[in-house]
């Protein structure tokens, strides 16, 4: 049984959380847990929180294959901070059970990472030894959210603003990883964190 996972992965949205996850994943053989899977099973069609969200929003927020209509949803999270946290309070006391869940299966030689988005918004830090906060610049973070989810920039500003600054985090965080140049220097900022710390 495991108390902690050894590392907790946060930042902002589209700031490289899931490169930096991935790589202590392929490169060190830690087990990924990631909030965002989790954050999806809790709304499978048919789930409990699945139904308690439809019948918050209605027939709208539901595709023809009872999948939700997320860009629909996104629309009215994203512009409305009451509904983003009401929807947040039903979908993290899930992501939460999961990951505690995975702590309290694990093994001592068990090591993982926990990728975490909202991990300071969702009171998660206890969940980890380590805060790593993958930053980047304000500009880039938008520039790399509007290309990877076709937004517009007042969308993109719109989800950017929805969480913690990424400058609040960093002064929260036991390390900060800078991916505001390269790939291959935040991997490199990776490895020298890994061979500083005894996991």
């Known amino acids: 049984m495991k108390n902690k996972a050894e590392i907790g992965i946060t930042g902002g949205i589209a700031s490289g959380k899931s490169t930096a996850s991935r790589y202590l994943q392929q490169q060190y053989n830690l087990?990924?847990?990631?909030?965002?899977?989790?954050?999806r099973e809790a709304v499978e069609p048919g789930s409990e929180i699945w139904q308690?969200?439809?019948?918050?929003?209605?027939?709208?927020i539901s595709l023809p294959n009872g999948q939700l209509n997320r860009p629909k949803l996104g629309e009215i999270i994203f512009s409305n901070s009451q509904e983003r946290e009401w929807l947040e309070g039903q979908i993290h006391p899930y992501v939460g059970d999961r990951f505690q869940g995975i702590l309290d299966r694990a093994s001592p030689t068990h090591r993982l990472v926990f990728s975490?988005?909202?991990l300071f918004e969702a009171k998660m830090t206890n969940l980890v030894q380590e805060v790593w906060v993958v930053y980047c610049l304000p500009q880039q973070?938008?520039?790399?959210?509007?290309?990877r989810n076709n937004l517009s920039e007042e969308e993109a500003e719109a989800r950017i603003s929805s969480q913690m600054p990424l400058e609040q985090k960093c002064e929260k965080a036991d390390r900060i990883l800078d991916n505001s140049s390269t790939e291959a220097d935040l991997l490199?900022?990776?490895?020298?964190?890994?061979?500083?710390i005894s996991l």
């Open 116 to 118: 975490i988005p909202l």
């Open 31 to 39: 087990i990924l847990c990631d909030a965002d899977i989790y954050a």
């Open 188 to 196: 490199i900022q990776i490895d020298e964190a890994m061979a500083s």
């Open 52 to 60: 308690t969200i439809c019948d918050r929003y209605g027939s709208q």
């Open 141 to 147: 973070q938008r520039e790399r959210l509007m290309k």
